[in-house]
């Protein structure tokens, strides 16, 4: 009978080197008392007070951190985020990096992520964190979805799955998690698709693989792009009004992505007006209001599809396209693509 013995026991592994870039958002958040869950200051702390709140990283990855902004993410801006992707792009390509942790705010932290997943090169793990409950209050959950982050970011398993947001124990995909409660610590779910994985006490397990184009397969590259193109949402109703396609246009925006009302449904006067902005040659990508589905091609209706995006992300991904083409059948095979 032969017994096998597994690789020597206890060889020290050396610990990967985990990068954690700080933006902002409630995570760094500071209020008089530690019983305030609103109404506290956004981005109030620095990346060495989160990361020295949280000792037990080190037993994870050999950590080091930078602020690239500190701000609520309701002020994150396409500047910020070209800057950040910038940053990550260049710690990932250097061979003593293993990956990037990215501290954010909730309310646009279905955008941040997802214009990553689409201008990050590396197939090194990125894991975005963040908070619902501030630094200060009475049990944070920050520093855990920190710690949760890096341990998904050091783990072995990690690389290759796409951009991945980490808060209350679930791993979520960039392209589908979104936030989906104003104020709930398990707000951020993804309703039709679910999560690529969980964290249960010390490990990370992954139950599923994006079957979306994203990092280093995506075609868009923001090498030396300084600026993207405008493009703005317009938000579909009872009685929704004209004009504000009339605004949109007056404005030079470049794109226009209708938060419609069920799978995209046009309203006479967002049809006169969507039409009127594909007239100036303004491309318009129909989304859903709704929170989650796909808003299938429908030639009776303007403008091109988001498929399962929705409007936010949309969004994203409508400004990098335009950065590349206007081709309405190249735009539109990206919204079913990535
Ligand atoms: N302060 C808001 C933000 O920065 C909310 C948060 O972070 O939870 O997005």
Do not use: W
């Not at 209050?137 to 991945?164: C, E, T, W």
């Not at 947001?165 to 709930?184: E, H, M, Q």
């Not at 989304?287 to 994203?316: E, F």
Request: glycine share 10%.
């Amino acid at each position: 009978m032969v017994v096998c013995f597994s690789a020597l026991a206890g060889a020290a592994e050396k610990l990967p080197h985990i990068v954690i870039l700080a933006t902002g958002g409630t995570i760094a958040g500071s209020a008089a008392a530690n019983t305030q869950t609103t109404g506290y200051k956004a981005g109030a702390l620095g990346i060495d007070t989160l990361i020295n709140a949280v000792p037990e990283l080190k037993t994870l990855a050999t950590i080091s951190g930078e602020q690239v902004a500190n701000i609520g993410s309701e002020n994150m801006t396409s500047d910020v985020l070209l800057t950040l992707s910038h940053r990550v792009n260049a710690l990932l390509a250097r061979d003593d990096v293993d990956g990037v942790v990215i501290t954010h705010g909730t309310d646009t932290l279905d955008e941040s992520p997802y214009f990553l997943q689409l201008t990050v090169k590396s197939d090194k793990p990125v894991v975005f964190v963040a908070a619902m409950r501030p630094a200060t209050a009475i049990s944070a959950d920050g520093p855990m979805n920190l710690y949760g982050g890096v341990k998904v970011a050091a783990d072995k398993n990690a690389r290759g799955r796409g951009v991945m947001v980490v808060l209350n124990d679930r791993i979520g995909s960039a392209r589908f998690i979104s936030k989906t409660n104003a104020s709930t610590l398990d707000t951020f779910k993804a309703p039709e698709e679910g999560y690529l994985g969980t964290i249960v006490g010390d490990r990370v397990y992954f139950n599923n693989r994006l079957d979306k184009i994203h990092t280093t397969r995506s075609v868009f590259d923001i090498t030396g792009v300084k600026t993207l193109p405008r493009v703005d949402i317009i938000y579909g109703y009872q009685d929704d009004p004209e004009y504000m396609y009339d605004a949109a246009i007056a404005h030079d925006v470049k794109g226009i992505v209708y938060a419609g009302m069920g799978a995209g449904s046009v309203s006479k006067r967002s049809d006169a007006g969507i039409r009127k902005a594909l007239n100036q040659g303004i491309v318009v990508v129909r989304s859903t209001r709704t929170g989650s589905g796909v808003v299938p091609p429908d030639a009776s209706q303007p403008g091109l599809v988001s498929d399962s995006l929705n409007p936010a992300k949309s969004r994203i991904l409508l400004m990098l396209a335009l950065s590349k083409t206007h081709n309405a059948d190249v735009i539109q095979d990206y919204f079913h693509s990535y």
